[in-house]
């Protein structure tokens, strides 16, 4: 019987001390969340992205080279054959501007989306200097992102994805 409460007492303390550790790993602000999503990306963390990621079927997302992602569908499977053809990523920050007012927030963002592909038995590296644009509800204490828009912020780039 002791043992039995024994048991019961520490799965008790595990399963509060489990809780407690995901509630504080939410990111408490639009910025926090806009960067824990980032962070997640370079991870390829697709279960901490979908988790922060609006999944309503109407939300329309826009990325490079014309990608538009329709609902959260369209958006994971793009974001899975990214990770499964990137061997790394890494997605520095060079400036983040946010701005909310009640529930809703919006953001501008600069960054480099860094990949490594794998050609031959190398990587090859590839900096893609990004600008994005998005905005962010919070739904039940939670910042979730909407929909964004990403484009180069450099015109070379985006005239080499442009077939003739």
């Known amino acids: 019987m002791f043992r039995l409460r024994h048991v019961a007492w520490w799965s008790l303390v595990l399963f509060i001390g489990t809780a407690t550790t995901v509630i504080a790993a939410e990111p408490s602000d639009p ?5 824990r999503m980032i962070r997640a990306n370079a991870e390829k963390d697709l279960a901490t992205l979908s988790r922060m990621m609006a999944h309503d079927a109407d939300i329309i997302s826009y990325a ?10 369209e958006l994971e ?3 899975r054959d990214e990770f499964v053809n990137a061997q790394k ?5 060079h400036e983040l501007k946010v701005w909310s007012k009640g529930d809703l927030a919006w953001y501008a963002m600069e960054l480099d989306y860094i990949r490594y592909v794998a050609e031959g038995n190398q990587l090859k590296r590839m900096v893609l200097p990004m600008q994005e644009t998005g905005v962010l509800e919070r ?5 979730v992102l909407l ?4 484009s ?3 015109t ?4 080499s994805l442009v077939q003739p």
Do not use: C, M, N, T
């Open 31 to 35: 910025e926090s969340a806009i960067r």
């Open 64 to 73: 490079v080279a014309g990608r538009k992602y329709v609902g959260w569908d």
């Open 77 to 79: 499977r793009g974001l």
């Open 89 to 93: 990523l890494e997605i520095p920050i």
């Open 139 to 143: 739904r039940d204490g939670r910042w």
């Open 147 to 150: 929909s964004w828009h990403e």
């Open 152 to 154: 180069f912020r450099s």
């Open 156 to 159: 070379q780039f985006s005239q």
